[in-house]
């Protein structure tokens, strides 16, 4: 190791943003094509680079900062419990990991948990405890997710994707199929003794903010009801408050076999969930999963200061106002450029007729991080807890920009 590298610069505000994208040019995996700056802090719902310049944060780190960046309860537990104790192994129980079961149960009408560390590692380990399941019933274990669907990048995730996510990456694990999203014709024509679980989430985030009706979400707990197959609601993305709602199955009512959770549950301390009823909870035994880090105390208090700020500041009903606001103002507009406005909660695309990429792009340099996800869709998912007094400087930027670009 060459020790005179060893952390040469202190302070970010000793590397400029071109500095430190010249590093990850140099020792990252080029996976991620990033927008040109590096960042030092972040208050609220405000970001600042190492050159000091603000940006107003209306993606949160893709939905994960739902209580909005250092908020002052979330830091003061992770202080608490690091002093306190950081990990342990799952060999042992804690207060907070004890204690986030508990309320993650309650929240959610599940039956019990178990704690992971990211939203990718919980459909794995939903995959398996549906496919125990079926296979206790003498089914087969193929699990059915839809085209839009997005479930992480591992490999039996991908499996469940995009074809060009998969490409490069086979033998792509078997088990997996797509069948058209909100056609529950499809699903029924497709079933078989082989389909152990049916995997979907309730707004399609890297999808495009592209909501499952309504109608198919209860057909889907009526179909997976009658033939003894699995429904995993993925609510890595709309969870924990995302839409208004602890989860946004509320929003439907309809109860499914299993939640995965992730993304907002930690405040971005990494942790993911995954939830399930009485019935799947049963099949699963000692030695069956498992994880080093998942649910460690550390990343248990923070998600647990996650969900008393959530309920203590009403961000919920925070959520829906302010979510229901900015729809109606976007919309109020009538851009030719829009093609429409959806979401739920702060969950909000707004859908364009071209790509959205050059409009991320000159949000980034006006001040406003946000992204483009399906490629023409504006995807703004900002902490529950935005002052309304950003969300006005938003607007009007977004308006602008949009105004440019329209034709
Ligand atoms: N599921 C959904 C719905 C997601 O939106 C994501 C990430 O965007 C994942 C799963 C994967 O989560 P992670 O990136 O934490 O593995």
């Keep these: 190791m060459q020790t005179s590298t060893l952390n040469p610069k202190s302070t970010p505000d000793t590397y400029t943003n071109a500095d430190l994208h010249a590093m990850d040019a140099r020792y990252y995996l080029p996976t991620f094509k990033r927008y040109p700056i590096a960042l030092a802090k972040g208050q609220g719902s405000e970001v600042w680079d190492v050159e000091g310049k603000r940006y107003i944060d209306m993606l949160a780190g893709i939905a994960v900062s739902n209580v909005g960046h250092s908020h002052p309860e979330v830091v003061a537990a992770i202080q608490k419990q690091a002093e306190q104790l950081i990990h342990i192994s799952n060999f042992y129980v804690s207060v907070p990991q004890m204690e986030l079961a508990e309320q993650l149960v309650n929240l959610s009408g599940l039956a019990r948990v178990f704690f992971c560390n990211s939203g990718a590692e919980a459909l794995e380990g939903a995959f398996k405890v ?15 997710a839809f085209t839009g669907a997005f479930h992480g990048r591992t490999l039996a995730t991908i499996a469940t994707g995009k074809p060009a996510m998969q490409q490069g990456f086979g033998p ?8 058209p999203f909100n056609d529950i014709a499809a699903l029924e024509k497709a079933y078989s003794e082989d ?41 890595v993305q709309t969870g924990v408050g995302r839409t208004g709602a602890w989860f946004a199955k509320d929003h439907v009512q309809v109860q ?19 939830l399930c009823n009485d019935k799947l909870s049963a099949v699963i035994d000692y030695g069956d999963h498992g994880t080093t880090f998942g649910g460690n105390p550390l990343a248990c208090a923070a998600a647990l200061a996650t969900l008393r700020v959530i309920h203590n500041e009403e961000l919920l009903a925070t959520a829906r106002s302010q979510g229901h606001w900015l729809r109606s103002e976007i919309r109020q507009w009538q851009l030719p450029l829009i093609e429409e406005v959806r979401g739920q909660g702060l969950m909000i695309g707004v859908v364009l007729k071209a790509s959205a990429k050059p409009v991320v792009e000159k949000l980034l340099a006006r001040g406003i991080l946000a992204n ?20 006005t400087e938003v607007l009007d930027t977004l308006k602008q920009v949009l105004t440019e670009a329209s034709p």
């Design 172 to 179: 792509i694990p078997e088990g997996f199929k797509t069948l």
């Design 130 to 144: 549906a496919r125990k399941y079926a296979h206790q019933q003498g089914k087969g274990g193929t699990i059915y």
């Design 372 to 391: 483009a996800t399906a490629d023409n869709v504006l995807r703004l998912v900002p902490p529950l807890n935005i002052p309304r007094a950003l969300l």
């Design 256 to 274: 499914p076999d299993i939640i995965t959770l992730a993304k907002g549950l930690g405040s971005g301390v990494p942790i993911g969930a995954i």
């Design 195 to 235: 389909m152990a679980a049916v995997v979907v989430e309730p707004i399609q985030g890297e999808g495009g903010v592209r909501p499952a009706h309504t109608e198919f979400l209860r057909q889907l707990r009526s179909f997976c009801d009658a033939r003894g197959v699995a429904l995993i609601f993925d609510e």
